[in-house]
């Protein structure tokens, strides 16, 4: 099996198409990271992430032979994690009313090593976050989470480069908005979020 992180896309992706052995291996191997990122940003402390992942993995194998473009495999992959992380966030929404358990019943995925400020402090931005709307969110995350480049959160939402701008600029007047009346975000959000866009 060759090195995942050498090869190819397009040797990849025809490895893929002939389904053979090790080309699902390597393909975990080499974009587990990238999907795991992009989804971790738009959902934050989700215990379905790992489910989620592996949603996108079978999107991705599944849709393979529709792939017009090997060379575009990184920017597809990308696509189908932030389709997958919206339509997660969109159900989550629609069945919030039939929760009978508080978030904080919920339990925890195990995380190494725990830092409980850190933690308070990330799950202030996603109730800041959840006030978004989806694409918003989606956008404001892919950038500020996954630290994605503006022409990837386009690319993966599958809009313009102005449109993801316009977005993402309602995403962070709304996010600083919340988060100045928030303890836990007021002095670490001032000028942070800002201060990044380029």
């Excluded at 990849?12 to 975990?28: F, K, N, T, Y």
């Excluded at 215990?47 to 017009?68: M, N, S, T, Y």
């Excluded at 929404?93 to 195990?110: G, Y």
């Excluded at 709304?174 to 670490?188: C, I, N, S, T």
Aim: proline letters at 6%.
């Amino acid at each position: 099996m060759p090195a995942a992180s050498a090869l190819d896309d397009r040797a990849l992706v025809e490895a893929l198409r002939r389904d053979e052995p090790w080309a699902r291996a390597a393909l975990v191997e080499k974009y587990e990271p990238h999907i795991e990122r992009v989804v971790a940003g738009a959902l934050g402390l989700d215990p379905d992430l790992a489910d989620i992942i592996q949603d996108v993995f079978v999107r991705v194998l599944e849709g393979i032979h529709q792939l017009k473009d090997p060379a575009a495999l990184r920017g597809w992959i990308g696509t189908l994690a932030v389709f997958t992380a919206r339509g997660h966030i969109r159900r989550r929404r629609r069945w919030r009313w039939i929760r009978f358990l508080a978030p904080s019943d919920v339990p925890e995925v195990p995380a190494a090593p725990h830092n409980p400020e850190a933690t308070a402090t990330m799950r202030a931005m996603y109730r800041v976050l959840d006030s978004l709307p989806a694409e918003e969110r989606l956008v404001f995350t892919l950038r500020f989470m996954a630290e994605l480049e503006l022409t990837e959160v386009a690319s993966a939402c599958g809009v313009s480069l102005a449109t993801i701008k316009r977005r993402l600029s309602r995403a962070e007047t709304k996010f600083q908005e919340a988060a100045v009346v928030d303890p836990l975000l007021r002095d670490r959000i001032s000028g942070r979020v800002r201060g990044r866009r380029t």
